[in-house]
């Protein structure tokens, strides 16, 4: 079983930035590839973006191409999203998920976090 917890959401005006991050409880952190989605009120959870368990591969939704940047320390078991230039649409609840392999994925996921606020004013 692995617990992940995220922390780093918050208030921010729009354009600006924030951090999340994603602590895991195992040892075996990079065994696992992570991943971050959101929810938004009154709509589905969606896949934000994805890094394999070594670190070297990436995929993001299109949406946050070139603002978002998911990246990984592996020596601190967490795993981050950097959001840049954040805008008022990318307010939701956050959660990180872990998956029992190396591979990237945007969906199968077998560990959730509780989730974190992030909400961009306008």
């Known amino acids: 079983q692995v617990q992940l917890v995220e922390s780093g959401g918050g208030l921010v005006q729009g354009g600006g930035s924030l951090r999340l991050s994603c602590a895991a409880s195992t040892i075996s952190f990079r065994r696992y590839a992570m991943g971050w989605f959101r929810q938004a009120p009154g709509k589905e959870r969606e896949f934000v973006a994805t890094?394999?368990?070594?670190?070297?591969?990436?995929y993001y939704a299109d949406f946050v191409k070139g603002r978002f940047t998911i990246s990984r320390d592996n020596a601190k078991n967490t795993a981050y999203l950097q959001m840049d230039s954040l805008k008022p649409e990318d307010t939701a609840v956050y959660y990180c998920?872990?998956?029992?392999?190396?591979?990237?994925?945007?969906?199968?996921?077998?560990?959730w976090g509780q989730g974190t606020q992030v909400t961009v004013s306008s």
């Open positions: 890094i394999s368990g070594p670190g070297g591969n990436t």
């Open positions: 998920a872990a998956r029992a392999t190396i591979l990237i994925s945007t969906s199968r996921y077998d560990y």
